[in-house]
């Protein structure tokens, strides 16, 4: 199991931002088009598209971690599912902190308008400051851990 758990690191994103269910996040996704060219011929762009919406669900861990993003188009719910740490999630920045008191918010999905709105959690400055020192820490330790490793 351990030689497992080492195998995945290399793999495992350092960059990401400290997200929580109920926060509104933008995910800045890869994706593959198959164009046609001409006669025939067809060409794979690559292009970036953007999925913001209410992170419902977060599940499992290390390098198999997903989380769950919520959004409201044309009336309808949908939802999409995000490997962490895969290579086609290309960044996710969080919009707003959500003040939620449970793990999963599947009752979103039940409702409609206004309905399906997460108050906003509002930090002062110096909780923001010690979270901010807390990821820098986080950073500084990360680095460390690799350099010590080579």
């Known amino acids: 199991m351990r ?8 793999y495992m994103k350092n960059d990401l931002p400290d997200f929580r269910i109920g926060d509104t996040v933008d ?53 999409r599912t995000f490997p962490l740490h895969s290579p086609k999630v290309r960044g996710i920045e969080v919009k707003r902190m959500g003040r939620v008191r449970r793990a999963k918010l599947y009752y979103l999905r039940d409702r409609t308008g206004k309905a399906t709105r997460v108050k906003e959690k509002i930090w002062d400055k110096t909780r923001m400051a010690y ?8 950073a500084r330790a990360a680095a460390a851990e690799t350099s010590s490793e080579e």
């Open 27 to 79: 995910v800045s996704v890869s994706i593959v088009e198959t164009v046609e060219v001409g006669r025939g011929k067809t060409e794979e762009k690559e292009r970036i598209q953007i999925f913001n919406g209410t992170v419902i669900r977060r599940k499992g861990s290390g390098n198999r971690e997903t989380f769950t993003v919520r959004r409201i188009v044309a009336g309808e719910g949908v939802e």
């Open 131 to 138: 979270e901010k020192e807390k990821k820098a820490a986080r």
């Open 3 to 10: 030689r497992l758990d080492d195998l995945e690191q290399g």
